[in-house]
């Protein structure tokens, strides 16, 4: 390719300097060879020898698309040669009226566009589109310093070495496939309907028992538009306004303009004015620090404390990092690139000691864990009070610090001490309930006394999206608290720790970076990650309680939204509202929760009501929930689009997006489809602002801060536009965090009714102080049956786990972003199990103590299952799984056998439906009680013989994509 570019440049330069180009003279002017040849053949014949010197001015213009519109021109020239010589030369030149380039000779256009896919309303990397013939060929990182050749990185000096970041964009291995997306068989092109249902409402035209089943046939986006407007407008007038429900989350492409999860919130708040419904998600992925964490630190939005400066701050200060747990070389993948991966690659280099507490040993343990301790899931909090008790027996915590900043440390004593109970937390106590040995147990605590330490977690892992996680994730801040949370070195290490915010002239700080294409048009308008319109929606759909919301209400719960703030939790909501509908049309803009969210047996369950008359998606990939929609919209990806983003990793950034390819089919953005809604429901002046697509840009770049820094022309010109900094970057940055804290409580106290870490929770114990399962002090929570009161029964201690008796860890995984990505053949041919049917299962990890007494060997296909379903699963007898503990990624693509087997690996089909517990309405996803058995697939074949002959046709499976779900189109897709 270097090579074809120099052809391509010399081309370029050989026009200006009236030289014919090789390419030009073999495409342009062939029969000079044949002519010349005869003309000396001629010559020769005459008894001369004549040389000749051709030198002719060329101009070639090359198309990016061949076209058969070229036209043969026949010209004969007299060339003067030399000796005075006369030649007369014939050419057939092919005349350049818009094409007429084989499409192997196509030269290659390079785009510039956002590489982060995977995480909707984040910054992310952008890169590099190479297009060719009007097919993307490749995706690479984008070098700063083509356009901006003085570009400076930045970078400091700690412990003899020296952290320098990169003059390139650092693209994740999942960003570099998303070409695979593109062209996938599962795009959706063409507006669908499903066969056996019709609009009205009719129960026996509906036909919901059919979702999931049925077929669908394509229809024209005029008929699609038709049945919309007739549907919304026959529920709004039937039943209230209130009775059309949305329903976005589990994240989707990086898009500002053509915003993913928000477009048809925009219009339907244009049309009814908030009379609408949504669905809630409670705080998904960080649970355990929304409703734990905030309660000690006080931090909004997440329960996490300021992130500035914190990696030139942990390579100068911190001896150990205890990654509890913590997954960097999984969460590096998706919107911030391979950055983090850079930076605690140096943190290892340097001489950090890493300790990794998890079930499993996972990507990151591999690569930089000094010392792996393996524990039960979701007894991380009896490790930890026993690592206080030790701490408080042997006065090894600083005392002055508890003293000054550390608000209701007698009441935590009391219960570690075992005063209030009866129980000390010894390691004695501890040991039978984690898994961990007493002596480890006190070497830890023992070395973490001794060392300056910090926890990294970056809102992931299971010990924030697990059972109980609140627990855990307050004693995060308890246990650091004890140590000096704040002091150089001893931090909590989140999401925006590494790298960035403060760690150079080109950040600006925190969460409020200088340039920020995501306040724009989507922030203002649309729902995003928890920004709301304004008014409010009429009522909300617990996603927890969705089930019983369509099919069984009234239901409550207490809690808002992704990024509610603290005092929501307080707040009770019904549904439905005082006043308003149930719902009885859903309309959702991606189509992954089956995979991402939880219980999806249950949700399958409600999708198949008759209260639901109606049920819309748009969405790029067929996915296996599209099969339950009655309509389906083709959304186009970000590939084909042109946009506005905004970087604040390694560097700050912004850049624009540029339309790499055509979109497939007939897909539209999410921003595009809605426009001929916006003008049969009246409000197309209102939806667009009267805007084109390049007026958005530029309107979101006047509001984003940009103008700032680099000015609309340039940018324009230039595509991007990358802060570096200066040769002179001090290397001894401040220290970041809670550093000011530390230094001085009083003058800089944290966001909490007493200003110090609240060990005691106030707002807890105003609220509700009775609640076993979240106390105004951390505590250890076992469950139980939900007669006895407890909302969760998934502890290997109880009754339940003797018919289940396995705890199934369901990570965040590596090879997909949630459900997004399982069909992309790159990741799958690494991450899944061949199994003897020839079908790809999902891998899960097996200790091979527990495989021995199962008598499962690598490769076989297992069976997981519980009381809410079954799925299958390919097994990997390794020892990086606890025994005791199985591992499996969640967010494979659901293939159903039947209502309660799934045959695709979806472990969020049977999770449990119960929130994280009695008054934490968040998500509970992993570390649940399991059963295990090797599958008779001969058996299973006899029983479903339909469902296992998909997996034998070509047009129903393929291994590569797995389910190919145009296969449910008739006609294909």
């Not at 509610?564 to 929760?593: F, I, N």
């Not at 939900?786 to 590596?814: C, F, I, M, Q």
Request: charged share 25%.
């Amino acid at each position: 390719m270097k090579e074809e570019q120099e052809k391509l440049t010399s081309n370029k330069e050989g026009k200006h300097s009236g030289d014919v180009s090789r390419r030009d003279f073999l495409i342009g002017a062939g029969t000079v060879v044949v002519g010349g040849a005869i003309g000396a053949g001629l010559l020769s014949g005459c008894g001369e020898t004549v040389t000749t010197t051709v030198k002719e001015t060329s101009t070639k213009t090359v198309p990016t698309t061949v076209t058969a519109a070229a036209t043969t021109v026949t010209e004969t020239k007299t060339i003067a040669g030399e000796g005075g010589q006369v030649i007369t030369v014939t050419e057939t030149k092919t005349v350049d009226d818009g094409g007429g380039v084989y499409p192997v000779d196509e030269p290659e256009d390079t785009k510039i566009h956002v590489l982060a896919q995977t995480a909707n309303g984040f910054p992310g990397v952008f890169g590099c589109v190479d297009v060719k013939d009007g097919k993307i060929v490749r995706i690479r990182p984008t070098h700063y310093d083509v356009e901006y050749p003085d570009f400076q990185t930045w970078g400091f000096n700690s412990r003899g070495k020296r952290f320098e970041t990169k003059k390139k964009t650092m693209p994740a291995p999942l960003n570099i496939a998303w070409k695979n997306k593109l062209y996938s068989p599962n795009r959706v092109r063409h507006p669908l309907k499903r066969i056996d249902w019709e609009p009205g409402g009719d129960p026996a035209k509906i036909n919901a028992q059919n979702r999931g089943k049925s077929k669908f046939k394509r229809i024209s986006w005029e008929e699609a538009y038709d049945i919309i407007y007739s549907e919304m407008t026959r529920i709004a007038e039937t039943y209230g306004s209130e009775a059309i429900l949305l329903r976005g989350g589990c994240h989707g492409e990086n898009k500002t303009i053509h915003a993913t999860h928000g477009m048809p919130g925009k219009l339907v708040e244009l049309i009814y004015g908030g009379q609408y419904s949504e669905i809630i998600a409670g705080s998904c992925s960080w649970e355990g620090s929304h409703w734990g964490s905030k309660h000690v630190n006080g931090f909004e939005p997440f329960g996490l404390p300021p992130c500035d400066n914190q990696f030139s701050d942990l390579a100068k200060n911190c001896d150990m990092i205890l990654n509890w747990p913590c997954d960097i070389e999984c969460k590096a993948w998706l919107s911030g690139g391979m950055v983090p991966s850079l930076a605690t690659s140096f943190l290892s280099e340097i001489g950090i000691e890493n300790i990794f507490i998890t079930p499993d040993l996972n990507s990151t343990a591999c690569l930089r864990a000094d010392k792996w301790i393996p524990v039960i899931p979701n007894t991380d909090v009896a490790l930890a009070l026993a690592i206080a008790y030790i701490w408080i027996k042997d006065g090894s915590y600083d005392k002055d610090y508890v003293d000054t900043h550390v608000y209701g440390f007698d009441k935590f004593k009391e219960y570690v001490m075992g005063d209030e109970d009866g129980i000390a937390k010894t390691p004695e106590w501890a040991s039978p309930l984690c898994g961990i040995p007493e002596w480890t147990i006190i070497a830890l605590a023992e070395h973490w006394a001794s060392s300056t330490t910090a926890i990294m977690h970056l809102l992931g892992g299971g010990k924030t999206r697990g059972i109980y996680s609140h627990e855990m994730m307050r004693m995060n801040d308890v246990l650091l608290g004890m140590q000096g949370m704040g002091k150089p070195g001893v931090r909590i290490v989140g999401s925006d720790s590494l790298v960035g915010h403060d760690e150079s002239k080109s950040m600006s700080g925190g969460q409020h970076v200088s340039i920020n294409t995501q306040l724009g048009y989507r922030g203002k308008n649309a729902l995003l990650r928890g920004t709301r319109p304004n008014p409010m929606p009429a009522q909300h759909v617990h996603e927890g309680f969705f089930k019983d919301a369509i099919t069984n209400p009234p239901v409550s719960w207490y809690g808002g939204g992704v990024c509610a703030a603290l005092p929501t939790q307080w707040t009770k909501s019904t549904y439905p509202e005082e006043g308003c509908s149930r719902v009885h049309m859903m309309w959702g803009d991606c189509s992954g929760q089956l995979g991402s969210w939880y219980s999806g047996f249950n949700v399958i369950d409600a999708y198949h009501s008759n209260e639901l008359e109606f049920i819309l998606i748009q969405d790029i990939m067929m996915m296996q929930e599209m099969l339950y929609a009655d309509v389906i919209l083709p959304i186009c990806t970000t590939l084909e689009l042109d946009d506005i983003n905004y970087m604040h990793a390694d560097y700050l950034g912004i850049y624009l997006d540029q339309k790499c390819v055509e979109a497939i089919g007939e897909s539209k953005s999410d921003y595009e489809a809605l426009i001929p809604l916006a003008e049969r429901f009246g409000v197309l002046e209102e939806y667009t602002g009267g805007k084109t697509i390049e007026e958005w840009q530029k309107h979101v770049y006047e509001i984003s801060g940009a103008p700032d820094f680099v000015s609309w022309e340039e940018l324009s010109e230039k595509k991007y536009w990358v802060r570096g900094d200066t040769p002179d970057f001090d290397d001894d940055l401040a220290p970041g965090g809670l550093n000011d804290f530390y230094n001085d409580p009083k003058k800089y106290p944290l966001p909490t009714p007493s200003g110090k870490l609240e060990f005691y929770s106030q707002t807890i114990a105003e609220h509700f102080p009775d609640d076993k399962e979240r106390s105004p002090i951390p505590r250890w929570v076992p469950g139980g049956p939900a007669s006895e009161g407890w909302t969760h029964d998934e502890s290997l201690l109880g009754e339940r786990a003797k018919k289940y008796p396995y705890l199934l860890v369901s990570n965040t995984p590596k090879w997909r972003c949630h459900s997004m990505m399982d069909d992309m053949p790159w990741t799958r041919e690494i991450n899944k199990v061949k199994g003897p049917d020839g079908y790809w299962y999902e891998p899960i990890w097996i200790n091979p103590q527990d495989a021995d007494k199962l008598g499962i060997k690598y490769g076989d296909v297992v069976k997981i299952y519980n009381d809410r379903g079954a799925i299958l699963g390919g097994a990997r007898v390794v020892e990086r799984s606890i025994p005791g503990a199985v591992v499996m990624d969640h967010g494979a693509s659901a293939d159903p056998i039947t209502d309660r087997l799934d045959r695709g690996g979806t472990n969020n089909l049977i999770n449990p439906q119960s929130t994280s517990s009695k008054n934490a309405n968040g998500m509970a996803v992993t570390g649940f009680l399991v059963g295990i058995e090797k599958a008779n697939l001969s058996e299973l074949r006899e029983q479903y013989p339909e469902a296992f002959a998909r997996a034998n046709d070509p047009a129903q499976y393929e291994p590569a994509y797995g389910p190919k779900l145009g296969a449910w189109v008739e006609g294909g897709m």
